[in-house]
Each structure stands twice: as C-alpha cells, then as structure tokens.
C-alpha cells in the first residue's frame, strides 16, 4: 500500500486550500445575488454589505415575472439557444467529419478554417454582410452568422480523426455509404464530443447580447441577455419589463430588481449543465491526443 510523504501531504493541502479559495471567490458573487433578490428595502436600506436578509420576500420575483417583456425575452432566448445549438453542432459535426476523410483540396479548406481563426472580418463588414443577407431585426441574425465556430471545428475534426479507421471499413464492406457512416457510426461514438461542444455553443447563444443589440432594432425580439443589460448597466428595470398594473404604485427596489433578474436569466443554463455532466469532461479532452 502506497504511503503518502509529508511532501505530499503538504503539496495536497495546500492544492485543497487553494481550490477551497477560488471556489468561494466564485461561489460568493452568486451568494450575494440570491441574498439581496430576497430583501426588503428596509433589509438592503440598513445593511452597507448584505450576507442574508433578515426579512425575506418575494416582491422582486413577483414583478419580474408578472413582465410580459421579460417572459417573451426568456422564450426568445431558450429559442435561440436550442435553435442555434442545433445548427451549430449539424454544420460544425458534418464539416469536421468531411475534413476528417481523405477528401481531395483537404489541405486547402483545412488552411482556409484556420486563417478563420488568426483572422476576423471586423464588426462592420459583418454588419454590412448580415444586412445585406436581410437578416437584420431578425432572430436568426443571432444565429446564422455564428453557426461554425472554427475552434471547435479544428478539435471535432481531431476526435473524428481517432475513431479507428477500421469501424469505416467495416462500414463500408457491409455497403454503407459515408452519410450512413457518419450518422450511424461516427455520431453514436461522438456523444461525448456533442455533449461537451453542444453546451459550449448553448452558453454562447444564451450569454449572447452583443448580437442582439447591433441586428435587433425590434425590443420585442431581444434576448434576456439585452433586457438584462437594460435592468442593470442602463438602470432603466421598470423602462424594460415594462410598468405592471399590480406594482405600479409601489414597485420593489431596483437594487433586487437587478438582482433577481440577474438570478433568472443564469439559473435556466445552469440547470442543463448535470445533464450533460457525464459526457461533459471526457468530451473536453477527446481529441486532444492525436496530432
């Protein structure tokens, strides 16, 4: 049985004291959150750094979800998010693959991904490209432009490039063509890399704001990511959800407003994350070992 050294000891120590540090720094913000989107005025008026709320209510999350512009911007995004996920893993999935073959110019589109990657077209000739395209003040301005991240491309392909060159020919000895090889070989062995890559892409699609804001003139098509950035940079909370008739004349503060908004519009994309957990870190490292 192996014995640890006092070294060891001491070097696993300090790794867990570290990791202890960082997990709080990380954990507290989100901490902070949820205890002020839960305070009364008096609670958050008093307090010069609020830990917990002595008093405990509601009224933030009452009104944010009695807002027709912050639900109709949630089902914005959750559209985005699936919709763009999907489309995302189909192009980046079916380009890695083809460029995982030997196809002839393999070399050529290969080099012309990653010239992609050093090089990027700029805000406005995109702006130009989208607008011309007549994507503009439309949802899927959010999505087709970014359907293809070249990055994770490059690693879909290298995972690709490791499943065993023999699964293809027994394939294709049984009469299989190359479609029927990516969907019923290659893509049951690539749930970990789907996985990994697919939460990738949700979390980029549901952080989104930027795009949002530079193609969408309609604030009936906003993301929450937009509407949020309203709530709490502009400081305009009743201007974006819009004034409800049950709070009209004594709305809640708009410190918890910002808070409670903030606990919403994270708390949908951080419940997907235990479901794709098993796949999740065995997908990161694939295609990682072969060059």
Known sequence: MHHKSAGDWVFSSMNYFFLLIIGIIMIFPFFYIFSVSFSSLTDYMNSDFLLWPKQWVTDAYAYILDSKNFIRSLGVTVFITIAGTIVNLFFTSTMAYGLSRPIKGQKFLLLFVLFTILFNAGMIPTYLV???TGLLNSIWALIIPSAVSPFYLIVMRQFFMNIPEE???AATMDGANEFQIFWRVVLP???PALAAFGLFYAVLHWNNYFA?????????LWPIQVVLRQIVIV????????NSAQFMEHPPPPETIQMAAILLATLPILLVYPFLQKHFAKGVMLGSVKG
């Open 130 to 132: 989208v607008k011309a």
């Open 167 to 169: 699964l293809h020919d």
């Open 189 to 191: 062995l690539s749930k």
């Open 212 to 220: 949002g804001i530079l193609y969408l003139n309609d604030p009936a």
């Open 235 to 242: 400081n305009e909370p009743n201007a974006a959800l819009g």
